[in-house]
């Protein structure tokens, strides 16, 4: 589990980052490094170790953190950053396999509760909702980092394609977005953030991940028209796009290995994300720093999106 400090409090932080401030001469490479690159440079290497910078106060604000199955979860890097800036979390797992793992993550964050729900079915997302409804009352921030399709439509070629598999990737994937949102909606009185995860094949062929570029298409498209439905009630609905992360999920998808060392090469970063660096700004998107903004696909990906070559 990571370390959360939050930059105003931690005088030994503050203390590293002044003394850089201070002494412009530290070199880096043989070259002086200015004193910003340090700062970036510490930033940087803390946050690779697990340790978030929360600058947000979300106290006395609930959430509910949908897709926890792992510590490399993206949901859990949410999840962990919410907690770090003070919010009582609600956190789910999909089923009785992934219990045990989920549950002693979810015992590692003080204060936070799990559930178990499957968002393929109605009848347990109602029934999550009445639970956390009796529980919390309200609601101001909800998590969908939830996808799947079936193993097989996922390395061979597109164009074989099953009906079956395309049913479950967009009903996994993308319904489930609507139907948690729907539910959601009326415990967020006070307006709330509703954010997902989705990738790059949803705008451009990356191999191998067929339909559920189809679904992330899809995915992208339902937030926007979620944001229109859902802003007279100031709810607002963005989409996170990451870089490719090792998780899970992600290792279903044959070819994930060139896949991140094609990222890293061609991103302006020269890198992956971190895992962490997604966590923050699911925290951003939670917090009222993000308040004018809904509709939205936020590009966490050290830029790569960005490249034409
Ligand atoms: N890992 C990446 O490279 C990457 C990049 C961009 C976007 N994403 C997206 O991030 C999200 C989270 O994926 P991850 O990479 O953290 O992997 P993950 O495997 O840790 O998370 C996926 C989660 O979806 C849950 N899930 C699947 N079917 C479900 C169902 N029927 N009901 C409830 N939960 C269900 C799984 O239990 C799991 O917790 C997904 O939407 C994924 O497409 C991942």
């Known amino acids: 589990m990571g370390f959360v400090w939050s930059v105003h409090s931690c005088p030994l932080l503050l203390t590293l980052i002044l003394k850089i401030k201070t002494n412009p ?69 999909q089923n009785e396999r992934m219990e045990m793992e989920a549950k002693d993550l979810i015992l590692s964050l003080p204060g936070a509760e799990g559930f178990m729900c499957d968002v393929s079915k109605d009848e347990e997302i109602a029934r999550l909702f009445e639970k956390l409804k009796g529980r919390y009352g309200k609601l101001h921030a909800l998590v969908h980092s939830v996808a799947y399709a079936p193993a097989e439509e996922l390395n061979g070629d597109f164009v074989n394609t099953t009906r079956e598999g395309f049913r479950v990737a967009h009903d996994v994937s993308v319904y489930s977005l609507i139907a948690v949102s729907r539910a959601a909606a009326p415990l967020m009185e ?75 090469e061609r991103a302006p970063l020269q890198r992956n994300v971190e895992v962490g660096e997604v966590g923050s700004t699911g925290v951003f998107l939670a917090s009222d720093a993000s308040s004018g903004i809904t509709g939205e696909v936020i590009y966490v990906d050290c830029g790569y999106n960005i490249m034409g070559f």
């Open 190 to 264: 006070d307006g709330g953030s509703v954010i997902t995860m989705t990738y790059y094949g949803a705008e451009k062929v990356v191999p191998h991940y067929n339909v559920m570029g189809v679904a992330k298409a899809a995915l992208e498209c339902t937030v926007r028209y979620l944001a229109q439905d859902l802003g007279r009630r100031k709810i607002r609905v963005n989409a996170i796009s990451a870089g490719p992360l090792k998780t899970l999920a992600a290792r279903g998808i044959s070819g994930l290995g060139d896949m991140l060392k094609g990222h890293a």
């Open 25 to 93: 001469k530290i070199k880096s490479g043989g070259q002086e490094c200015p004193p910003h690159t340090q700062i970036e440079m510490l930033l940087f290497f803390l946050s690779c170790q697990g340790v978030f910078f929360m600058f947000e106060d979300l106290r006395g604000r609930t959430a509910v953190v949908f897709g926890v199955a792992n510590k490399r979860s993206i949901a859990w890097a949410i999840a962990q950053g919410l907690h770090a800036a003070g919010m009582n979390l609600a956190i789910t797992y």
